[in-house]
């Protein structure tokens, strides 16, 4: 696709339940990236991936988040066990492989755990 | 990279007011320089890059950023800001390794408030 797209958009759950998002990447683009943004704050680093391996994982929060991806091509982020402290702008981002390495952010999933 | 720092997490200024956001780096090697920007409710955009070359990088909206290596710095500046330019802005950094790269740091975001 022409930019990285992210869906849902918005999401509203209940806490415990489990929820998976999506990311689609600029197609060519091999490494990809999610970062959390809380209401106000920066961005907070949890996965990366190199083609369909993930070389740092050290920002997942817990055990209940998990990722992975299939080829070079679609992410998921999976929250088990969702709680309120979850709740947060999810955002993707993907660039080329080498040389410049400029990321290309989609629009992000806004989650809300109620 | 290790770290990004942005000093400021608020900066007002007023309209047609020149304005610099600090950003500051820590890593051992060789590194990339992107200034993003986030404006009210939408996603992050590219401000502009550093990847070698000439230290002053000019970016969109007549913003620039100067590295310096010395002082592993990498402010962003602008002479003139618009009520438009308010916005979040965020530093980020990765480490140049060949032909291949390191993660894409993010600093924590400078919250530029331009006011009438």
């Known amino acids: 696709g022409a930019g990285v797209s992210q869906s849902p958009s918005n999401k509203v759950t209940e806490k415990g339940k489990d929820v998976e998002l999506r990311c689609d990447p600029i197609?060519?683009?091999?490494?990809l990236y999610w970062y959390r943004q809380r209401l106000g704050q920066g961005l907070e680093f949890l996965i990366y991936?190199?083609?369909?391996?993930?070389?740092?994982k050290s920002g997942l929060p817990s055990d209940r988040f998990s990722a992975e991806r299939t080829g070079e091509s679609v992410s998921t982020l999976t929250i088990q066990r969702t709680q309120q402290e979850d709740s947060a702008v999810y955002l993707c981002?993907?660039?080329?492989?080498?040389?410049?390495?400029?990321?290309?952010f989609g629009q992000g999933t806004r989650l809300t755990v109620v | 990279a290790q770290s990004v720092t942005q000093l400021d997490s608020q900066v007002p200024v007023f309209e047609e007011a020149p304005v610099e956001l600090r950003c500051n780096y820590s890593?051992?090697?060789?590194?990339?320089l992107f200034w993003y920007v986030q404006y009210p409710n939408q996603g992050l955009q590219l401000l502009l890059k550093?990847?070698?070359?000439?230290?002053l990088v000019k970016g969109i909206n007549g913003f620039e950023a100067e590295f310096n290596k010395s002082q592993t710095s990498f402010h962003l500046r602008k002479p003139s800001v618009h009520i438009s330019d308010t916005a979040e802005y965020f530093c980020?950094?990765?480490?140049?390794?060949?032909?291949?790269?390191?993660?894409?740091?993010f600093g924590p975001g400078t919250s530029l408030s331009v006011i009438p």
């Open positions: 550093y990847l070698s070359g000439s230290t």
């Open positions: 980020a950094v990765s480490d140049r390794r060949g032909t291949s790269y390191d993660k894409v740091i």
């Open positions: 197609s060519g683009h091999t490494a």
């Open positions: 991936f190199q083609g369909n391996s993930a070389p740092d």
């Open positions: 890593s051992s090697v060789s590194v990339y």
């Open positions: 981002a993907s660039s080329y492989g080498q040389g410049a390495v400029e990321a290309f």
